[in-house]
């Protein structure tokens, strides 16, 4: 793989990160990630208008990019085809989300005559509760891998379920520090996990 002769200086540089990073270089990875975190979080938030929701997504993106690194060709900058990746990532969730939201229209048939209107019931059956419980369990032991500032936020707020402002209250640190830790700390649990399903294949 040979840079691109037409990169600019900066997408030069992201290119020799690019194939730093795929030689297993992490500081590659952390520095690729600090250059465009905020302008894919700032994108992402223009598209789902959702604080949490871009902050969630911002983290996919880098997932899916960094798990995908090797298809990544340097026919154009490696940020053109990080935002095509965010794109896409968000164009996936909202129509995710848009399936979720069930319209009156569908209330009814073809012929326009009403339906019953039936709800999924939340109750799992036994099998699906055990497997959940595994599931947990298998994410509770990842976590405990985590340095303890990182293990404490994602427990209160995956676990415990508390908002960033109860969080940070509960902590004594300010609001933009506990979303800024929160964001790294799935950030390094997301590589975990990719690490961990991984070496189950």
């Not at 598209?47 to 798990?67: G, H, P, R, S």
């Not at 069930?102 to 012929?111: A, K, N, R, V």
């Not at 999924?120 to 699906?128: G, H």
């Not at 799935?186 to 294949?201: A, E, G, Q, V």
Request: with cysteine; hydrophobic share 40%.
């Amino acid at each position: 793989m040979e840079v691109n002769v037409n990169f600019t200086e900066n997408a030069k540089n992201d290119f020799h990160l690019v194939v730093r990073a795929r030689e297993g270089d992490q500081r590659a990875y952390a520095d690729l990630m600090h250059r465009y975190k905020d302008s894919i979080y700032y994108m992402v938030l223009k598209m789902v208008n959702n604080k949490e929701d871009a902050m969630d997504l911002t983290v996919e993106t880098f997932a899916k990019a960094f798990e995908k690194l090797d298809k990544y060709q340097p026919d154009f900058a490696f940020s053109t085809w990080l935002f095509r990746v965010a794109t896409n990532n968000c164009i996936d969730f909202i129509r995710k989300k848009k399936l979720n939201t069930l319209s009156i229209h569908q209330m009814t048939d073809d012929e326009g005559d009403e339906k019953p209107f039936q709800i999924k019931a939340d109750v799992l059956n036994p099998e699906e509760t055990s497997i959940k419980k595994q599931q947990t369990e298998e994410l509770k032991l990842l976590i405990e891998s985590l340095p303890a500032r990182y293990r404490n936020l994602i427990t209160l707020r995956y676990f415990d379920e508390l908002s960033y402002e109860e969080i940070a209250e509960q902590l004594d640190l300010p609001l933009g520090t506990v979303k800024a830790q929160l964001f790294r700390a799935r950030y390094l649990l997301s590589n975990i996990m990719n690490h961990f399903s991984r070496d189950d294949i």
